[in-house]
Structures are given as C-alpha cells and as structure tokens.
C-alpha cells in the first residue's frame, strides 16, 4: 500500500511503532549524560535503541493488536504494560551483561516502558478507532 493511501489510523499506528521506542535512548542518553562517553557513550545508545525497537516490536506490537481487537484501549493500559514490559527488558539487558541490578529493571526500566507505552498510545489513539477502522471521536 501507498503512503498516499493510507488511512490516518494506520499512518497514526505506523507513525507510533516508528518513534515511540526512540524513548528509551533518549531517556538511557539523558539519565547517564552519554554525550561525556564518548565511543562508550554511543554503543550505549545504539544498545539501548535495539533494545527500545525489538521490546516494542516483538511484545509491545503484538500486545497492541490483541487489546485493540478486543477494544481494550483505555489510556491507563499503555503505561502499564509499559512498564512491564520495561522492567523485563532491563533486566534481560543487565543479566546479559552481567550486572544485578535488579532496582533499576523495575524502577529506571519500568519508568522508561511507562514512558513508551504512553507515547504509543498518544500517537496511535487507539481508543478513537472503531473494529472497522472509522474514528469514533470525529464528530
């Protein structure tokens, strides 16, 4: 399909699974001030990144299109598994590298998965759509 020929509920989803992520290093960049870091600094983002894309992609995605199908889109449900979802990515990541830290996978990932979920759904809107693809909200 066209970019030209998509409805705004798709370009809104599409839109939102594209920049939402992009939390997650900006949050990773400004909470361990990166920019001092150097070469360190920017494989830091990169990770973090990778890591904002592939949770939101592979858990968050498929997680979206089954609470939009069953019309549960109620705005407190993003932050939510938001977080969830945060918080077993940070501590996938710190088990990777080694570290325990298993504070800062429930408060810095769960706070930074909030933070996407929350993007998401304020670009996406999932609670304006209808089954069949109309907006509810456009009166």
Do not use: H, K
Not at 45 to 55: E, F, N
Not at 64 to 83: E, I, W
Not at 85 to 110: K, M, N
């Amino acid at each position: 399909m066209e970019m030209s020929q998509c409805e705004p509920r798709e370009l809104r989803e599409l839109l939102a699974f594209m920049l939402a992520p992009l939390v997650v290093p900006l949050v990773v960049t400004l909470d361990l001030r990166l920019w001092e870091g150097g070469s360190i600094g920017f494989f830091i983002a990169v990770i973090a990144t990778m890591v904002g894309y592939v949770g939101t992609l592979m858990i968050g995605l498929p997680l979206y299109l089954l609470l939009r199908n069953r019309n549960a889109t109620a705005f407190l449900l993003a932050p939510v598994f938001g977080a969830v979802i945060g918080a077993v990515a940070a501590r996938l990541v710190w088990s990777v590298f080694g570290l325990d830290r298993p504070s800062d996978s429930f408060g810095f990932g769960g706070l930074t998965g909030a933070a996407v979920g929350t993007v998401l759904w304020l670009i996406a809107r999932p609670d304006l759509l209808r089954r069949g693809g109309g907006a509810e909200g456009s009166q």
